[in-house]
């Protein structure tokens, strides 16, 4: 359960604002979407909240602990798959996997176990062995994946998850994230694809210009917007269509 | 820590550019670009010392007792080329004796009779070619100037007010030393060719594979992983270090050294105290090197740093090359010169002296703990995780 109070931050000495108030609420056994278009602050919001960026102000709870006060904590109970996803080519996907699941203290007979179960869900078998050096994106993105769930964490946050991904991909992809909701975990994605957030979310945060927009389920922002698809939804909540066609 | 630290040396182990750079190019480059140079040197010495000197003479017929002289020495006298200056110039001769038509005249007169010598000073190589020619005419004329102060009843030893000669203290060893002048620079650049690579690509190849985000939200704090990659790096030095004096070890058995009446002391047991005194460069070097990549866009922009950190060793090499010196005790507390020090002193054969190398391990380390400290720290710095943006 992730709650956020009213996050800011600013770059360059405050003279470029990233994310100017965002507020909102992701809980457990539910998928919650940020929407919005490229640069309205999804990334930010997410990095503040895996503890890479610190809020100039606002508050944030992650299962009630303090990112800010206790960020190992925090990393211990989130699994993130950041936009990068960049693996070590010269160690295999089972060995890039392994070396976060020691560098999360886990003994080599869990890592062992939770990489056979990963690969199992994600159909990894076939590649799990081979060095990563030629990777297919779909592959790449599920070894971070399976690298980023390695220590079974409840929390999974993932910034544009599906990006460069192919139809079948993106289809396992969305079946998996399900998997993890229907296990009551909190599952928080970024994107920016309205099919996305239709096919896969229960709640929906609308992020522009660094400030929540709008927040509910699907059916809730349409009968905010009185609009009857979500696509005019959003471009009313937002108040233009920039940066949809991206 | 530790789990950074197997992962990194895992990672570069199975990169061949760093098995090449750093466990094969690292460690031999110095001792065979060293050995072969050495070598050339003293055997050119030598054989400069012993062939027989040619010397074309000008106008020989003019001082028949002193070409019979110079023959008598070993001297083969040459038929002067048609153009002397020219040839000399052209660099087709050393060096050319001329007598001139007067000397006949002056030598019966008991006037100092005139030669000249025509060479080109600038010319490194004739440097030995004029100085034996020097020695026989000096001999040649120290052998007159007796008979005549003896035909006319003088001692000859009233002109030689002075006797003076030379006790030369210096060792085998000693003079092995100074033949060893810039052994330490090729043992320093070992470090730094060996933790050069790995500093790059835990550092700077790490961000630009876009893999650096990822691994920090792992839970450890930030210096953690950034000492895995130091001390990582510093493993790899170390290992360079290590090979690098064991082909100097090697590399030594193959110099001509028996011919030059001097003993290199490179054996293994000096190895191991270069060794000791080195490492604390080692992660000198590396957090050196690390500072730097991380700071860099890009590993290209990384790797142009590198290259001019590779002079930083030079410096003290240099200058003690160009200004020996005798070692004092504030040398041994400036880091890179102490080690550049030390080694000559142990390659002399001189007595350890423990002070010196307590002073030098302490002041390296000491500076190496402040730039480790302020690597650890790096990586605070948002700028430093983001690249794109």
């Known amino acids: 359960m992730i709650e956020a109070t009213r996050l800011r931050k600013t770059f360059d000495k405050g003279r470029v604002v990233a994310v100017d108030e965002v507020s909102f609420r992701a809980p457990d056994g539910q998928i919650t979407g940020l929407l919005g278009p490229n640069g309205a602050g999804k990334t930010t919001t997410l990095r503040m909240l895996y503890t890479l960026l610190k809020p100039d102000a606002g508050s944030m709870r992650i299962d009630g602990i303090d990112p800010e006060a206790e960020p190992l904590q925090v990393k211990r109970a989130l699994g993130v798959v950041p936009d990068s996803r960049g693996l070590y080519d010269r160690l295999s996907a089972r060995e890039n996997i392994a070396y976060y699941g020691r560098l999360q203290g886990l003994d080599k007979a869990t890592i062992a176990r939770r990489i056979d179960y990963l690969a199992g869900v994600m159909d990894m078998h076939e590649f799990i062995d081979r060095r990563t050096t030629g990777f297919s994106q779909g592959q790449r993105v599920k070894v971070a994946i399976a690298r980023a769930l390695i220590h079974d964490p409840r929390t999974v946050l993932l910034d544009e998850p599906t990006n460069g991904l192919d139809v079948m991909t993106t289809r396992a992809l969305r079946g998996f994230l399900r998997q993890l909701k229907t296990e009551g975990r909190c599952v928080v994605l970024s994107t920016h694809i309205m099919q996305e957030v239709a096919a896969l979310c229960d709640r929906i945060v609308i992020i522009a210009r660094g400030r929540v927009a709008a927040e509910g389920t699907a059916a809730e922002l349409l009968r905010r917007s009185g609009r009857d698809n979500l696509e005019?939804?959003?471009?009313?909540?937002?108040?233009?269509?920039e940066g949809?066609?991206? | 820590m530790i789990q950074v630290f197997f992962k990194e040396v895992?990672?570069?182990l199975r990169d061949r550019r760093v098995i090449v750079s750093t466990l094969i190019l690292g460690p031999l480059l110095g001792p065979v670009i060293f050995a072969v140079m050495i070598s050339f040197m003293t055997r050119q010495a030598t054989e400069r010392m012993e062939a027989a000197l040619e010397l074309p003479v000008i106008g020989a017929e003019h001082a028949a007792s002193l070409t019979g002289f110079l023959e008598r020495e070993g001297v083969i006298i040459k038929d002067p080329p048609s153009d002397p200056e020219g040839a000399v110039r052209r660099e087709e001769e050393e060096i050319i004796l001329r007598i001139p038509p007067e000397f006949g005249d002056a030598w019966t007169a008991g006037r100092p009779a005139p030669l000249e010598l025509i060479a080109d000073q600038s010319l490194r190589y004739t440097g030995a070619s004029i100085a034996r020619v020097r020695g026989y005419l000096n001999a040649y004329s120290a052998q007159i100037s007796q008979n005549r102060l003896?035909?006319?009843?003088v001692h000859p030893d009233l002109t030689r007010p002075l006797q003076i000669s030379v006790v030369d203290l210096s060792t085998p060893e000693s003079r092995?030393?100074?033949?060893?002048?810039?052994?330490?620079?090729?043992?320093?650049?070992?470090?730094?060719m060996g933790s050069m690579?790995?500093?790059?690509?835990?550092?700077?190849?790490?961000?630009?594979r876009k893999s650096l985000e990822p691994l920090l939200i792992n839970p450890l704090p930030r210096w953690q992983i950034m000492?895995?990659?130091?001390?990582?790096?510093?493993?790899f030095a170390l290992l360079t270090l290590a090979l690098g004096l064991v082909a100097f070890v090697y590399a030594m058995s193959f110099l001509p050294t028996a011919d030059m009446d001097m003993t290199l002391n490179l054996d293994f047991r000096v190895a191991a105290w270069a060794f000791v005194l080195v490492a604390p460069a080692a992660l000198l070097a590396a957090a050196l090197l690390i500072i730097l990549a991380s700071f860099a866009k890009s590993y290209r922009e990384a790797q142009s740093y590198m290259g001019m950190v590779i002079l930083i060793p030079m410096i003290p090499s240099f200058w003690i090359m160009i200004d020996p010196t005798r070692t004092e005790t504030w040398m041994t507390l400036v880091p890179l010169l102490s080690q550049n020090v030390l080694i000559l002193e142990l390659v002399r054969g001189e007595p350890l002296n423990a002070g010196w190398m307590l002073l030098s391990i302490a002041s390296t380390t000491a500076l190496a703990l402040v730039l480790a400290a302020i690597a650890g720290t790096l990586y605070n710095r948002p700028k430093l995780i983001f690249t794109s943006d």
């Open chain 1, 232 to 241: 005019d939804a959003f471009v009313h909540l937002i108040g233009s269509d």
């Open chain 1, 244 to 246: 949809l066609l991206a």
């Open chain 2, 10 to 12: 895992l990672d570069n």
């Open chain 2, 150 to 153: 003896q035909l006319r009843g």
């Open chain 2, 176 to 192: 092995g030393g100074m033949l060893l002048a810039f052994l330490p620079y090729f043992i320093m650049i070992t470090v730094f």
């Open chain 2, 197 to 208: 690579h790995m500093a790059t690509d835990t550092t700077a190849g790490e961000r630009e």
């Open chain 2, 227 to 235: 000492a895995g990659k130091l001390l990582a790096t510093t493993f």
